[in-house]
T-cell receptor, first 114, second 113 residues
Framework: AQSVTQLDSHVSVSEGTPVLLRCNYSSSYSPSLFWYVQHPNKGLQLLLKYTSAATLVKGINGFEAEFKKSETSFHLTKPSAHMSDAAEYFCVVSGSGGYQKVTFGTGTKLQVIP | SQTIHQWPATLVQPVGSPLSLECTVEGTSNPNLYWYRQAAGRGLQLLFYSVGIGQISSEVPQNLSASRPQDRQFILSSKKLLLSDSGFYLC????????????FGEGSWLTVV
């Protein structure tokens, strides 16, 4: 079985300050982990992906995430928030299986205050 | 490069009317295909997935159905819509196997009135 928990439903930061969106996962297999971003009324866009290569993964728009197996975490960070980062972010775990079982977190809404 | 198209983008339908949302993928073959629903204030719920033509698996019981008449075409249907079917529907695809990235369409807003 696998699951993913996004620890914060809402995060508010000031423009120019760091962003931290937290994600914990559980998986019976060596998981693949993803972060997606969704702007209002839009589809989901891939930010970054971990698939057992380097534990620190760099994505688009200055985001990065670190895979920590001992903590079963995959937190998303960005050094300096921009107004355009305001969106909803989803952590996703994908395990092995006949069809690629994928589990989404419930999402974290990021608010960026000018 | 691969692209995914989903339509219509928005739809307002009366209760009891039929539904058809269509999704096509270009630039790849034999993809895994998915339909998700995102209700207001909630996460994504997997409705259906397909690993090949005519192979549909349902994750949740509901009055929706899905079909895959061609390799890269995925259709979400209902014979009679309910108010609770309102939401944001997302089609997605991935390569077969595990650990592959899932790519999403732009979504379809369905409002049942």
């Amino acid at each position: 079985a696998q699951s993913v928990t996004q620890l914060d439903s809402h995060v508010s930061v000031s423009e120019g300050t760091p962003v931290l969106l937290r994600c914990n996962y559980s998986s019976s297999y060596s998981p693949s982990l993803f972060w997606y971003v969704q702007h209002p009324n839009k589809g989901l866009q891939l930010l970054l992906k971990y698939t057992s290569a380097a534990t620190l993964v760099k994505g688009i728009n200055g985001f990065e995430a670190e895979f920590k197996k001992s903590e079963t975490s995959f937190h998303l960070t960005k050094p300096s928030a921009h107004m355009s980062d305001a969106a909803e972010y989803f952590c996703v775990v994908s395990g092995s299986g006949g069809y690629q079982k994928v589990t989404f977190g419930t999402g974290t809404k990021l608010q960026v205050i000018p | 490069s691969q692209t995914i198209h989903q339509w219509p983008a928005t739809l307002v339908q009366p209760v009891g009317s039929p539904l058809s949302l269509e999704c096509t993928v270009e630039g790849t073959s034999n993809p895994n295909l998915y339909w998700y629903r995102q209700a207001a204030g909630r996460g994504l719920q997997l409705l259906f997935y397909s690993v090949g033509i005519g192979q549909i698996s349902s994750e949740v019981p509901q009055n929706l159905s899905a079909s895959r008449p061609q390799d890269r075409q995925f259709i979400l249907s209902s014979k009679k819509l309910l108010l609770s079917d309102s939401g944001f529907y997302l089609c997605a695809w991935s390569q077969g196997g595990s650990g592959n990235t899932i790519y999403f369409g732009e979504g379809s807003w369905l409002t049942v009135v």
